[in-house]
């Protein structure tokens, strides 16, 4: 009897300490399992493009494991994603739990401060919290991501007006923003020809980056509306310069047609009239009827200026027919009654 109560009371103990063993493992090893698992999904989910289930992955995160390794990273992945649909307040909320932790580390600071540097560059505006915290990352930052910090503080001093500062940072990154950056310097100071050559080098190296179709349409209004600044200081070689960039640089652009009738219009100026008739006559050819109208105006002028007054009388005929509610279709009306009245003398 006594055997049977030492075999039966060894199975209670057994018992208990199985049952002992299973709730130790779900209080201490069950949920730091649980919360990788969460964290996996949450980097997942992100780089898939599942927003929505990522944010909530990540508040979810937030509520249960206030302790986690993974939390400062976590919610660094949340405010990337807010600043992705723009809610920079949201995202800036999201970054401050991260740099004020208590736990965080080097990378995790840096890293959740790359997000502010990302948002002051899309709202293009100095924020000296955001600078401050830039400077800090910019210290603790590797190798790796300290050429990333110092373009957003280029262009953090940019919008400040520090343009010393701006280009000593812009001159510590490296890839596009080692070109761009120094060209949007140059634009806010005026110095447009070294904006253009910096935009040039971008187009030699980087025929494929990320941000080549803005530069192109930088590049373009650039290009002709400083071709125009050149023309109005009288400086014609130097606009027709800039303007044939215009033209030839990316044929087909939305500022050819109107590069196109300036050089037609500085040959006039410059009495080279044949030059700028065979302009004229390609604006007329293609298929942007947008400086038509200007065009064929200059056409009349050219040919009145040459003595050709009937080609002149066609032309200033065809801008009152084609063109009768324009400045230049009324402007057009008193050059025939000049010229009628001309052929009525002769």
């Known amino acids: 009897m006594a055997r049977s109560e030492n075999v039966f009371g060894f199975i209670i103990v057994f018992f208990l300490l199985a049952i002992i063993g299973i709730l130790s493992y779900f209080l201490f090893f069950q949920k730091p399992l649980d919360d990788e698992k969460v964290f996996q999904k949450i ?12 944010i909530d992955l990540v508040t979810h995160m937030i509520v249960d494991y206030p302790e986690s390794k993974h939390l400062n990273a976590a919610i660094t992945y949340g405010a990337d994603l807010l600043y992705l649909k723009k809610d920079y307040d949201g995202a800036r909320k999201y970054v401050e739990k991260v740099v004020t932790s208590k736990n965080v580390t080097p990378l995790e600071f840096v890293e959740a401060v790359i997000v502010l540097g990302k948002i002051l560059r899309e709202v293009e505006k100095y924020d000296p919290v955001t600078v401050d915290y830039l400077e800090n990352a910019y210290l603790k930052a590797d190798k790796g991501t300290k050429p990333e910090i110092a373009a957003y503080l280029g262009y ?7 343009y010393s500062n701006a280009v000593k940072f ?8 080692a070109i761009l950056g120094p060209a949007a310097v140059f634009i806010a100071q005026g110095i447009y020809s070294d904006a253009l050559q910096e935009y040039e080098n971008y187009f030699n190296y980087y025929a494929a980056g990320k941000n080549y179709d803005k530069v192109v349409e930088k590049y373009l209004k650039q290009c002709f509306y400083y071709a125009r600044t050149l023309k109005e200081a009288k400086m014609y070689d130097r606009a027709l310069t800039y303007l044939y960039k215009t033209v030839n640089k990316f044929p ?6 109107r590069a196109l009738y300036e050089i037609a219009d500085i040959y006039y100026i410059s009495k080279n009239f044949a030059n700028s008739i065979y302009i004229i006559d390609k604006i007329l050819a293609n298929s942007n009827p947008e400086c038509d109208p200007a065009a064929l105006f200059l056409e009349g002028q050219i040919y009145y200026e040459t003595g050709k007054k009937t080609e002149s009388y066609k032309a200033f005929m065809e801008v009152r027919d084609h063109y009768p509610e324009t400045a230049y279709g009324k402007r057009a009306l008193e050059w025939i009654e000049v010229i009628a009245k001309e052929f009525q003398y002769n």
């Not at 997942?44 to 990522?54: A, H, I, N, T």
């Not at 953090?156 to 520090?162: F, P, Q, S």
């Not at 812009?170 to 923003?177: I, L, M, P, R, S």
């Not at 087909?252 to 047609?257: E, R």
Request: one cysteine or more; proline letters at 3%.
């Open 156 to 162: 953090a001093y940019l919008y400040k007006g520090d």
């Open 43 to 54: 980097k997942v989910s992100y780089e898939v493009g599942d927003y929505p289930l990522c």
């Open 252 to 257: 087909g652009n939305m500022f050819a047609d």
């Open 170 to 177: 812009f001159k510590n990154t490296v890839g596009e923003d």
